[in-house]
């Protein structure tokens, strides 16, 4: 059941404020982090009254059981204008404690940040994590910094690449949960994130594996070049073809490690452009929702401008599907580009193909070949399948990126 926002709740003496599953409340701060405007919902959860909250420091609703790490990852992201999702445990007026899961973002003249009630396994799981790290920083009075250093090398372990892939992850579920919790059918717009994340995923294991294959692929064609040295002394077929087996390979290699998987292209960011478009994606599900309220809402003062931060609600939500739509059309221009390279180095195969089938049967009319050239014939085919696979599947989940793109 939704409380009205004209009405108080009943709030118990200890424990927890009451915060509905179907509530959202949200609250705008100028640079400082001061509040300027929020809607009745905080309000009345905070147990604040306007006089109290307006033009008064964000800070006056943190919780001492908070790391400091949490605040010095939100300052550190919405200062250098990226926004972040972060679990928050807050402390009202009269001492009571709630936790929200919180989107932040720079906006004009401040920040913005909408607020709904977590309730997924990833929250569980946090509450945990914050708990440990408040311990450290208080029995080893570390710095913030190195607080956020600590929560990143554990988020790292617990399979998130970084704070921003946590960030939306977390977002996600949460989300998700809500609407399961809330009876509502499954209608976000993130789920062909989820798909995207996947298939991202699996561009750079495959990418990573291909590289390896690559660079192992070097020594064959010299241990080649070796052999036929014994059996061609003044050079031959065989030399000249291992020669040219390892230039091709070495070409390959190095143009796709250099032209697909270089450190700071586009390809190596896919996931995390991703996890940002998502991250938009969901914060926007959020501010509708809180627009929505605001319609809605009656507020028990006129210190607060309702159309005013309706207007600043709906620039904001047009930023995020602008900034989500631009992260998403690189995406697709990189998964494009990968695709092709693919096709490139198919080709390339192909050449390889020829040259180890030459190869063979220059082989074949050498006499007293040994079985070591035979061999290595047959690494080097074994080689060329497992390039032509790792390609094809590369491919496949470039493909899935545009479609879900």
């Not at 179907?22 to 705008?28: A, H, L, P």
């Not at 006089?51 to 059981?65: C, F, S, T, V, Y």
């Not at 977590?118 to 914050?130: D, K, N, W």
């Not at 809500?178 to 996947?198: C, W």
Request: aromatic content about 8%.
């Amino acid at each position: 059941m939704t409380l009205q926002p004209s009405q108080e709740a009943f709030r118990p003496e200890t424990g927890e404020a009451p915060f509905a599953l179907d509530e959202v409340f949200f609250s705008r701060t100028d640079p400082r982090g001061v509040i300027q405007a929020g809607n009745e919902v905080f309000r009345r959860v905070a147990a604040f009254d306007w006089g109290e909250m307006l033009n008064a420091p964000h800070k006056i609703i943190r919780h001492p059981d908070m790391p400091r790490a949490v605040f010095w990852l939100l300052w550190d992201h919405i200062q250098n204008g990226k926004p972040i999702a972060a679990y928050v445990k807050n402390k009202a007026k009269d001492g009571l404690y709630y936790w929200v899961f919180a989107t932040i973002a720079p906006c004009e003249g401040g920040y913005i940040s909408a607020r709904i009630k977590p309730t997924s396994e990833i929250f569980a799981l946090v509450q945990q994590e914050y708990a440990a790290l408040r311990k450290i920083e208080l029995e080893d009075n570390i710095s913030p910094e190195d607080s956020a250093n600590l929560l990143l090398a554990r988020l790292s372990k617990l399979g998130f690449e970084d704070y921003d892939m946590f960030g939306a992850q977390a977002l996600s579920q949460e989300l998700l949960g809500r609407e399961k919790g809330l009876g509502r059918l499954q209608t976000l717009r993130l789920d062909r994130f989820h798909s995207m994340l996947d298939a991202a995923e699996a561009l750079r294991t495959e990418t990573d594996a291909l590289i390896e294959v690559f660079r192992a692929v070097h020594t064959v064609p010299m241990n080649m070049q070796v052999i036929a040295s014994r059996l061609e002394p003044s050079g031959g077929p065989v030399s000249t073809l291992s020669k040219n087996y390892t230039e091709i390979s070495r070409e390959m290699a190095g143009w796709f490690e250099s032209n697909i998987a270089q450190e700071g292209s586009i390809f190596g960011a896919i996931q995390s452009t991703v996890a940002q478009s998502m991250l938009l994606e969901g914060m926007g599900e959020i501010l509708t929702e809180c627009d929505d309220a605001l319609q809605q809402e009656t507020l028990s003062t006129d210190r607060v401008d309702i159309d005013k931060e309706r207007c600043i609600l709906g620039a904001q939500l047009k930023a995020y599907s602008s900034q989500s739509k631009q992260g998403l059309d690189q995406v697709r221009e990189e998964a494009t580009r990968i695709q092709i390279a693919c096709k490139a180095m198919h080709r390339h195969v192909t050449g390889l193909s020829s040259t180890r089938v030459l190869t063979k049967i220059e082989a074949g009319r050498i006499q007293n070949v040994g079985e070591g050239l035979g061999d290595i014939i047959e690494q080097l085919g074994n080689f060329q399948d497992r390039i032509s696979e790792r390609l094809n599947i590369i491919e496949m989940q470039s493909e899935i990126i545009l479609s879900h793109g």
